[in-house]
Nanobody
Framework: QVQLVESGGGLVDAGGSLRLACAAS????????MGWFRQAPGKGRIFVAA????????YYADSVKGRFTISKDNAKNTVYLQMNNLKPEDTAVYYC???????????????????WGQGTQVTVSS
C-alpha cells in the first residue's frame, strides 16, 4: 500500500501562485507514476499533470501548460505542483495520485491510479 498526503492549498488572487506538495509513504519503491488531478464543484475529476517517477519525464494538460510545473524530490518521496498565474477556473479540489505502472497512453485516466490522497482545496478569486 501507498499512502498520499497533500498540502499547500489555499485562497489566492488571480495571477498569484501556490505550490502543492504530495508526500508518499509505505511501498513507495513500487511507484512509477505520480499525477495531479482536480475536481471543480459539480464536475468530474480531470488530469492536470503527471511525472514518471523513475524517468522523470513530465506531462501536462493543455489548460495548465506553461503555468504549472510538476516536480519530485526522491529523497523526500514527495511530488510538487507549482502553480503560477492562477486563474479563477483553476479553482478545484486538487488530488495527488500514484500507481506502480506508468503508461503514457493512459496516464490521464483516473482509473489508472490505485492510490489517491484526500485532496486539497485551491480557490482563486477574481
Amino acid at each position: 500500500q501507498v499512502q498520499l498526503v497533500e498540502s499547500g492549498g489555499g485562497l489566492v488572487d488571480a495571477g498569484g501562485s501556490l505550490r502543492l506538495a504530495c508526500a508518499a509513504s509505505g511501498r513507495t519503491f513500487s511507484v512509477d507514476a505520480m499525477g495531479w488531478f482536480r475536481q471543480a464543484p459539480g464536475k468530474g475529476r480531470i488530469f492536470v499533470a503527471a511525472i514518471n517517477w523513475r524517468g522523470g519525464k513530465t506531462y501536462y494538460a493543455d489548460s495548465v501548460k506553461g503555468r504549472f510545473t510538476i516536480s519530485k524530490d526522491n529523497a523526500k518521496n514527495t511530488v510538487y505542483l507549482q502553480m503560477n498565474n492562477l486563474k479563477p477556473e483553476d479553482t478545484a479540489v486538487y488530488y495527488c495520485a500514484a500507481d506502480e505502472r506508468f503508461e503514457v497512453a493512459t496516464m490521464t485516466w483516473t482509473s489508472e491510479y490505485d492510490y489517491w490522497g484526500q485532496g486539497t482545496q485551491v480557490t482563486v478569486s477574481s
